[in-house]
């Protein structure tokens, strides 16, 4: 399963009259040179200190800060690749060099934060609500990356306006950290493909138990409530994640259908269920953020969890929905071989697909290049142009 993200609060940094910790959700280490910055620095300067590794701790004033952080954005992708990428691969490899890149630039200017969740900066914005729904309480005074601040708040805009999810015919609410169900034809799929019989049928222990496992936001645990499951339990490797799928299923008036069973890929104990929806990170790789976790799946470990431990945790007559697009595949990351080979390898069979296409062309797994090269920029949508989603019912073989 993909690494968990926990707030990161550590290295007492002293500078002049200044005392406070370091904060960083995705676990970047502290600065390890620091300079105060304002209004007088050009933004020239402040690109080529970030570059080379100074951080900024901004004392101007809130807009300024948000200037310079432009400023410096389109400086650092002034920058391109001498030569074209030679495959979808490739682009893509090259795509997310250069997200970390521009990620590490931009993360070197800093704003402070106060004990209370303020930023004690002139004209800068009320930022309590969402900093103490991302962070929690705070018991000192802090320095954060303004990258790190913006994405803050904008989960907070998220969380209060929430995504409206017509399988539902209601919104879904993410919680800072938790990627959100913007891509709808997934769900959909959840919602119309056929339940196994065992999946309605009464059992002697009471209602057949149904598995969400990397529940997210608990939107397909919704769905399957929704549809007339009694007893969804929810698993997530991220805390938050479950936290946010139980506040979900509140709003939904689906709290006594859904559970959550922990951290664990599959709940504790050796219950069967009569379905197990399993909807992996589709992107091999390493995440490198909480939402992250939400696209890639280091070495492909919870598809292969779910594929391994799904046959004897299945009752008779019981299926494994797998929810996967193959966009892994047309970037040349994992084959359709490799994939029907894990699932024949776990001694399971496929019985059915459903298959279905993004609706929106702007629709894909990857979040949006910062600044891809012309030739990266193609191969990549030619990729997300032929993008099909399949959700893969399975049994034991």
Not at 229 to 237: K, P
Not at 251 to 274: F, K, M, N, S, V
Not at 306 to 311: I, Q, V
Not at 341 to 351: H, N
């Amino acid at each position: 399963m993909s690494d968990i993200y926990r707030p990161t609060t550590v290295a007492l940094l002293t500078l002049s009259a200044l005392s406070a910790r370091w904060r960083s959700e995705n676990g970047t280490p502290p600065p390890r040179r620091l300079i105060i910055a304002d209004d007088s620095l050009r933004a020239d300067a402040a690109h080529r200190l970030a570059c080379e590794g100074t951080s900024l701790l901004w004392k101007g004033d809130y807009p300024g800060a948000l200037r310079l952080l432009n400023a410096m954005r389109r400086r650092a992708e002034r920058r391109r690749p001498r030569s074209a990428p030679d495959s979808p691969a490739d682009a893509f490899r090259r795509h997310r060099q250069e997200r970390a890149r521009l990620a590490r630039i931009l993360g070197m200017l800093l704003v402070p934060l106060d004990a209370d969740h303020r930023v004690p900066l002139h004209r800068a914005p009320d930022v309590r609500e969402a900093c103490l729904a991302a962070y929690g309480p705070l018991l000192e005074n802090s320095i954060v990356s303004l990258r790190e601040l913006l994405g803050v708040i904008g989960a907070q805009q998220w969380r209060l306006r929430g995504v409206e999810v017509p399988a539902l015919g209601a919104r879904i609410h993410p919680h800072y950290g938790v990627f959100p169900p913007t891509r709808g034809e997934y769900v959909d799929l959840v919602a119309r493909a056929p339940l196994p019989p065992a999946a309605l049928r009464p059992t002697a222990a009471g209602h057949p138990l149904a598995l969400d496992l990397g529940t997210g936001t608990g939107v397909l645990a919704a769905v399957l409530a929704k549809r007339g499951l009694r007893r969804v339990l929810v698993t997530d490797a991220n805390p938050r994640a479950l936290a946010c799928a139980q506040d979900n299923a509140h709003r939904l008036g689906l709290a006594d259908r859904i559970e959550a069973a922990g951290t664990a890929l599959y709940p504790p104990g050796d219950d069967r269920a009569a379905l197990v929806v399993c909807n992996p990170p589709w992107l091999p790789g390493r995440a490198a953020s909480a939402l992250d976790q939400g696209v890639y799946d280091p070495d492909s470990r919870m598809l292969h969890g779910f594929l391994d431990g799904l046959a004897r945790r299945l009752l008779p007559g019981g299926e494994g929905w797998l929810v996967l697009s193959d966009l892994a595949e047309l970037l040349g990351l994992r084959s359709r071989a490799d994939l029907l080979g894990a699932i024949s390898g776990a001694g399971l069979r496929v019985t059915g697909r459903l298959d279905t296409v993004p609706r929106h062309p702007r629709a894909t797994a990857l979040a949006p290049a910062d600044a891809p090269t012309e030739a990266t920029a193609d191969l990549l949508q030619a990729a997300r142009t032929a993008e099909v989603t399949s959700l893969w019912r399975l049994a034991p073989s």
